[in-house]
């Protein structure tokens, strides 16, 4: 198997599990993922990293970068947007909570899952064939 088709394969089969498990903890709200956090990326982000192990799966490389695009794109608005909803409100309770939020393992999971489908995608340098073996130099004894 070649290293590129091992890391897309677990890197989609992180991103899958990383939706699903908790991001940070907030003392008031608890354990919070990404679905429920942001529920249109958390979809958008299952659907494309499904897509990308079907791709490649298949072998299919036109799809598997369409899928990193998309994935990187939905992780990146997903960030945009929700920090925000985490620690971004100005009044009173927030203020205090922002300095106890707490990052779970879930975000390093999906950290790693995008760095691992970014990884597969670097191309690798070609095996030279191996080269023949330099004739001896011990004469050849012809048998009469």
Not at 31 to 59: D, E, W, Y
Not at 101 to 121: D, E, F, Q, R
Request: positive net charge.
């Amino acid at each position: 198997m070649q290293t590129g088709f091992i890391f897309g394969i677990l890197g989609a089969l992180l991103l899958l599990i990383g939706v699903f498990v908790p991001l940070v903890s907030v003392p008031v709200y608890g354990g919070i993922n990404l679905l429920q956090l942001q529920q249109p990326v958390a979809i958008a982000l299952l659907l494309l990293a499904a897509a990308h192990l079907i791709f490649c799966i298949n072998k299919v490389s036109w799809g598997l970068y369409a899928t990193k695009i998309g994935i990187l794109a939905a992780i990146g608005f997903g960030i945009y947007r929700g920090w925000d909803r985490i620690t971004g409100n100005t009044n009173f309770i927030s203020s205090l909570l922002k300095p106890i939020v707490k990052i779970h393992w879930g975000t390093g999971l999906l950290a790693a899952g995008i760095l691992i489908l970014m990884a597969a995608a670097v191309p690798r340098a070609p095996v030279p064939p191996p080269k023949p073996e330099a004739p001896s130099q011990v004469p050849e004894v012809k048998e009469e």
